[in-house]
């Protein structure tokens, strides 16, 4: 029996279920989506008014909204009420790593994924489909087809077809990675229902992007595709440490290897490390499911892409530290960038985090300016980092939003960029040279700046990857 799809539900209205329904909607207005999520304050954030106060900035994602918001596109906490109506449910929920419990600090927390499962389990008028959109541990399918056909209800006489579908967006192209993915991955046991989810993706994808797996290969490609670009950037990284060693230059090593078809040019900017919400709980999920079949060498193996990755955000913190004469205690240190990635407002893991701790334990004084991460999330992060932490309290560093980059870099001693919003390429360097404190650091952490404009300058740069051969600055 073909399966038609009028009514659509997401629970979890978040990164990645706002702005995937958002693209839904936009090219198939004769179904009605309902993005529902149990936080009521995101809920009237996606509801504002002032398309500016949306929880979540990605380029691109206003405009959608304001085509369809209203119309075919909708965001409520009446969970019940849309899992009801709807014929297909996508769940996009989050599943941290867990806290506490059997493959804490490795295992992802499935116990919201649960929650839907028997939300959907209830509520759900039959033959549903259900789409796995979150990143889940290989075999989740069937943890929820179990809740869905065991609870203690009517499910019996109700029927679900579950998809895994992961979603391959990286935050700040979002919107560009919806319109035009690479692929789109369904995988699945019922021709029907795949079809169903498929005919929606064909409104504006063409079917040769289309795959189709089973079910267990579609859910362990999305954990592998993050793990191994995950581990480009540990490799990259470890290869801009060799770089400052050597006086090679991280940029033209990435050129020059990423000529070569096989290995490919995306990917490989050398930065603090990789932070975002999934690379690092993919992989610790990877190497819990490895040791679980017992591979030992491959959970070490994946082990080491999250060692490297943390190695090179300290690294970059005692270079900083190093630099300064080995003390920061009372100096002026102004941090641009605190999201994980340039284009957006999300912070979760974002290496700014550990590079600005280890910085307060030493007693600096910062200043940070970010142009989109709300100074109140900045604090919860900030505060949370250094909760429990014994040693801050021994030095006493402080930290300071700012919204006015030269009236914080007035007497600093150091300016770190930490991310690569493309408007910090055109700060007035030569301006910022004549009013900071001598001697006066640039820390670029992303090789964002252009060294032809800086090396005319007289001010002390250092770069990543990059080995200064100037012996007064060593
Ligand atoms: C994504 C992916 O979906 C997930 O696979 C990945 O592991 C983490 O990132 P994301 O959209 O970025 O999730 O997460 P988040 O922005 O935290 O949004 C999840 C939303 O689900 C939150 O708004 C939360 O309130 C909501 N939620 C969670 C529910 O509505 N119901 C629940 O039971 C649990
Ligand atoms: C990632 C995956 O790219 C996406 O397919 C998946 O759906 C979710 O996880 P995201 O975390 O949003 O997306 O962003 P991504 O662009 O992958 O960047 C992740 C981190 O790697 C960021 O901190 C970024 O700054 C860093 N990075 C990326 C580098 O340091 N160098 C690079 O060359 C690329």
């Given at each position: 029996m073909s399966l038609k799809v009028k009514n659509i539900c997401c629970i979890g209205a978040g990164y990645v279920g706002g702005p995937t329904m958002a693209v839904i909607a936009k090219h198939c207005p004769k179904i009605q989506i309902n993005v529902v999520d149990l936080n009521s304050e995101r809920i009237k954030k996606w509801n504002d008014k002032n398309l500016e106060n949306l929880p979540v900035f990605e380029p691109g994602l206003d405009e959608i909204i304001k085509k369809c918001r209203g119309l075919n596109l909708h965001f409520s906490t009446d969970i019940k009420k849309h899992i009801e109506s709807a014929d297909l449910i996508f769940i996009s929920v989050n599943t941290p790593t867990k806290k506490t419990g059997v493959g804490a600090g490795f295992a992802s927390d499935l116990k919201w994924i649960e929650k839907s499962a028997r939300e959907i389990s209830k509520y759900a008028s039959g033959n549903t489909i259900i789409v796995e959109k979150s990143t889940?541990?290989?075999?989740?399918?069937?943890?929820?087809?179990?809740?869905?056909?065991?609870?203690?209800?009517?499910?019996?006489?109700?029927?679900?077809?579950?998809?895994?579908?992961?979603?391959?967006?990286?935050?700040?192209?979002?919107?560009?990675?919806?319109?035009?993915?690479?692929?789109?991955?369904?995988?699945?046991?019922?021709?029907?229902?795949?079809?169903?989810?498929?005919?929606?993706?064909?409104?504006?994808?063409?079917?040769?992007?289309?795959?189709?797996?089973?079910?267990?290969?579609?859910?362990?490609?999305?954990?592998?595709?993050?793990?191994?670009?995950?581990?480009?950037?540990?490799?990259?990284?470890?290869?801009?440490?060799?770089?400052?060693?050597?006086?090679?230059?991280?940029?033209?090593?990435?050129?020059?290897?990423?000529?070569?078809?096989?290995?490919?040019?995306?990917?490989?900017?050398?930065?603090?490390?990789?932070?975002?919400?999934?690379?690092?709980?993919?992989?610790?999920?990877?190497?819990?499911?490895?040791?679980?079949?017992?591979?030992?060498?491959?959970?070490?193996?994946?082990?080491?892409?999250?060692?490297?990755?943390?190695?090179?955000?300290?690294?970059?913190?005692?270079?900083?530290?190093?630099?300064?004469?080995?003390?920061?205690?009372?100096?002026?240190?102004?941090?641009?960038?605190?999201?994980?990635?340039?284009?957006?407002?999300?912070?979760?893991?974002?290496?700014?985090?550990?590079?600005?701790?280890?910085?307060?334990?030493?007693?600096?004084?910062?200043?940070?300016?970010?142009?989109?991460?709300?100074?109140?999330?900045?604090?919860?992060?900030?505060?949370?980092?250094?909760?429990?932490?014994?040693?801050?309290?021994?030095?006493?560093?402080?930290?300071?939003?700012?919204?006015?980059?030269?009236?914080?870099?007035?007497?600093a001693d150091a300016v770190i960029i930490l991310t690569e919003w493309q408007e910090f390429k055109n700060l007035n360097w030569l301006k910022i040279s004549q009013i900071m404190r001598r001697p006066a650091w640039i820390f670029d952490t992303r090789y964002l700046l252009n060294p032809k404009d800086i090396n005319s300058i007289d001010i002390n740069y250092w770069r990543i990857g990059y080995g200064n051969t100037n012996l007064d600055h060593n």
């Open positions: 889940l541990p290989v075999k989740t399918a069937s943890t929820i087809k179990e809740i869905v056909y065991s609870s203690n209800n009517s499910s019996h006489n109700k029927n679900f077809h579950i998809l895994s579908n992961p979603e391959f967006l990286a935050e700040g192209t979002a919107i560009n990675d919806l319109e035009n993915p690479d692929r789109v991955l369904i995988g699945g046991e019922n021709k029907n229902a795949i079809e169903a989810l498929s005919n929606i993706y064909l409104n504006w994808i063409k079917e040769e992007k289309i795959l189709t797996t089973n079910i267990w290969s579609s859910e362990l490609s999305k954990l592998i595709a993050n793990a191994f670009l995950a581990q480009r950037i540990s490799s990259i990284n470890s290869v801009s440490a060799i770089c400052e060693s050597t006086g090679a230059d991280i940029k033209e090593v990435s050129m020059a290897i990423g000529y070569d078809k096989r290995i490919g040019r995306d990917f490989l900017d050398a930065g603090p490390g990789f932070g975002g919400s999934c690379f690092k709980k993919d992989i610790l999920n990877l190497i819990y499911i490895s040791k679980h079949y017992g591979l030992d060498e491959v959970a070490n193996y994946w082990q080491q892409v999250l060692t490297m990755n943390n190695w090179q955000t300290r690294r970059i913190s005692r270079i900083i530290i190093e630099k300064l004469f080995g003390t920061i205690a009372d100096k002026k240190i102004v941090v641009l960038g605190f999201s994980f990635k340039a284009n957006t407002n999300d912070t979760r893991e974002s290496p700014a985090i550990n590079i600005c701790q280890e910085l307060l334990i030493e007693g600096g004084n910062l200043f940070i300016y970010d142009p989109k991460v709300d100074p109140l999330q900045i604090d919860i992060e900030l505060r949370e980092s250094m909760q429990g932490n014994n040693e801050y309290h021994i030095n006493e560093g402080s930290w300071n939003f700012t919204n006015d980059i030269y009236e914080a870099l007035t007497n």
